[in-house]
């Protein structure tokens, strides 16, 4: 695997892998890898013949009282894994390659409304952050495909609308969520967690599945939106009564990310984020038409 600093290099490899007539696909990452991430190389298998991953720790789409500077940073063992899951590239930038005029001065790229809720209502310039540094990391590496995982559900659903929206020749694939054994989503800041609190992270999770078990329990015509609201306060309240801070608990519409409206077939997300102690987790759970 080689691993590269800068967009000349990703450019002049990506070139050559082109005229060869492969295939790309790039799977962006903050680094800190665990499996959920290498299951993201895995799945980019069937969309290409060459691999490319990049870590930037964006500093754009952090808030100013968020985890930037405390955020881990693992860049050996994440080499090792990327190899050993068959990756032919890391592109590891600094800030100065991938802002060259500095943050402030850079352009950026935001997908309206649908970035201004949920995880953007609690972290306003989260999404801009994230758009405008996978649109450069596109414009760098000019893949033909590109995975995200679904456990940052909007995350994809704003990725796809930006694609979409720009005309940008890249298939976007979401990736299923890889979980530990009791339930917990794979994330880098699980390791935020106290022992105490790993112990019970796993119930947002169960919330979850509970939430989709109680709308499937629902006669269609009883799938009002205030039966919907009452099984979000419940689970709000179910995780209050855990300990967690809920940013949100939300049913929705998978396709739209709008609030959840009944009508057959229509696949649904129940989403929600919620802090436990110094860690903020998010998860989701996705339902086909009820
Ligand atoms: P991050 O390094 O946290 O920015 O994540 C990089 C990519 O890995 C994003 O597309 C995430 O959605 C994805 N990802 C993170 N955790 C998981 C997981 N547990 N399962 C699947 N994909 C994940």
Redesign the pocket.
């Known amino acids: 695997m080689q691993i590269i600093t800068t967009t000349a290099e990703v450019r002049a490899a990506a070139c050559k892998w082109r005229a060869a007539g492969e295939r790309i696909a790039f ?6 890898l ?1 499996e ?2 290498i ?2 190389i895995e799945r980019a298998r069937a969309h290409g013949q060459r691999f490319i991953a990049s870590i930037f720790v964006n500093p754009m789409q952090f808030g100013p009282n968020e985890d930037f500077n405390h955020y881990p940073r693992t860049p050996e063992r994440d080499a090792e894994m990327l190899e050993a899951a068959g990756c032919d590239m890391l592109f590891i930038p600094d800030a100065k390659e991938i802002y060259p005029a500095g943050q402030e001065q850079a352009t950026r790229v935001s997908v309206p409304a649908i970035s201004d809720e949920l995880c953007g209502a609690v972290r306003p310039g989260h999404f801009v952050g994230v758009t405008s540094v996978v649109a450069r990391l596109f414009g760098i590496v000019q893949p033909d495909a590109a995975v ?5 559900f909007q ?2 659903a704003i990725i796809r609308r930006m694609a979409q929206d720009l005309c940008m020749p890249i298939e976007i694939i979401g ?5 530990a054994e009791d339930g917990l ?4 800041r699980n390791q935020y967690l106290s022992v105490e609190e790993r112990a019970q992270a796993p119930a947002l999770y169960r919330s979850l599945q509970q939430a989709v078990k109680a709308l499937q329990a629902l006669s269609p015509k009883g799938i009002s939106s205030e039966a919907i609201a009452a099984i979000e306060d419940e689970s709000r309240a179910y995780l209050q009564g855990l300990g967690f801070k809920v940013d949100y608990f939300v049913v929705r519409d998978a396709a739209s990310l709008l609030p959840y409206v009944y009508a057959a077939e229509v696949p649904g997300v129940v989403l929600a984020a919620a802090r436990l102690g110094r860690a903020r987790l998010i998860d989701n759970l996705e339902f086909d038409g009820i």
Not at 148 to 152: A, I, Q, S, T, V
Not at 175 to 179: D, I, K, Q
Request: charged letters at 15%.
């Open positions: 799977v962006p990452t903050m680094g800190n665990h959920g991430h299951s993201l995200f995982g679904r456990k940052d995350q994809l990736a299923p969520t890889v979980r989503a794979l994330s880098s």
